[in-house]
């Protein structure tokens, strides 16, 4: 089946500083992957949709220039949180968009903690 | 527009007993609905999906669900609980196509010894 990954799976860092999060899909080709941002005991809610080779379109109230996304190919795309706040800590997963006659298939989640 | 409502946050049931997971959407177009599993720090699993075909749609685990376009409901079933059950479930929808999915707030299903 297809597979979606994230890297990383975990990561630390200080406030201020910049994480890219990576998101690929090993063995199809996607041109649109989406964003989802996960707070602790709570829904996914959609951050931005990503399309292949143009800019990203982002949900009312997400902050494009601190979560700057890139889809440079059919089979990655990158969310890199800029400048980051211990608000930011969350679960981000994404999920790209299948072949099939409706299919999305989600990535593991990349859990970032800002200290 | 497009939201789902799934009802009761917390459902506990014992170990063999029926699970019962409540969802009920809005869709201004035909919807294409949607049950997902997470368990803690891990991604999404897909358990099954509802896009037209069959309204008893069948998935993974011995779940299945029932598209309810009357009652606006995509209730999902398993007949006997078991303890690896017991997870997060979240019901979507979508427009389909390059759309993407509209998730309720989840039901934290325990199960019980």
């Known amino acids: 089946g297809a597979v979606v990954s994230q890297h990383p799976s975990r990561v630390i860092c200080k406030s201020g500083t910049s994480v890219k999060i990576e998101c690929r899909s090993l063995?199809?080709?996607?041109?649109?992957m989406f964003w989802y941002r996960q707070f602790p005991k709570k829904s996914l809610m959609l951050m931005a949709t990503?399309?292949?080779?143009?800019?990203?379109?982002?949900e009312q109230g997400v902050e494009k220039d601190k979560f700057l996304i890139n889809h440079a190919s059919l089979t990655l795309s990158t969310l890199t949180v800029t400048s980051a706040h211990p608000e930011d800590s969350s679960f981000y997963i994404c999920?790209?968009?299948?072949?099939?006659?409706?299919?999305?298939?989600f990535g593991p989640g990349t859990r970032l903690t800002v200290t | 527009a497009q939201s789902v409502t799934q009802l009761g946050s917390h459902v506990s049931v014992s170990e063999g007993a029926l699970v019962l997971l409540r969802c009920n959407y809005s869709?201004?177009?035909?919807?294409?609905l949607f049950w997902y599993v997470q368990y803690p720090n891990q991604g999404l699993q897909l358990l099954l999906k509802?896009?037209?075909?069959?309204?008893l749609v069948k998935g993974i685990n011995g779940f299945e669900a029932e598209f309810k376009k009357s009652e606006t409901s995509f209730h999902l079933t398993k007949p006997s609980a078991h303890m690896s059950d017991a997870a997060e479930y979240f019901c979507?929808?979508?427009?389909?196509?390059?759309?993407?999915?509209?998730f309720g707030k989840g039901t934290r299903l325990s199960v019980i010894a």
């Open positions: 979507a929808v979508s427009a389909g196509g390059n759309t993407p999915l509209v």
């Open positions: 509802y896009t037209s075909a069959a309204t």
């Open positions: 990503s399309n292949e080779g143009s800019k990203a379109t982002y």
């Open positions: 999920s790209a968009d299948g072949t099939g006659p409706y299919e999305q298939y």
């Open positions: 869709s201004s177009v035909p919807p294409y």
């Open positions: 063995d199809f080709q996607a041109t649109t």
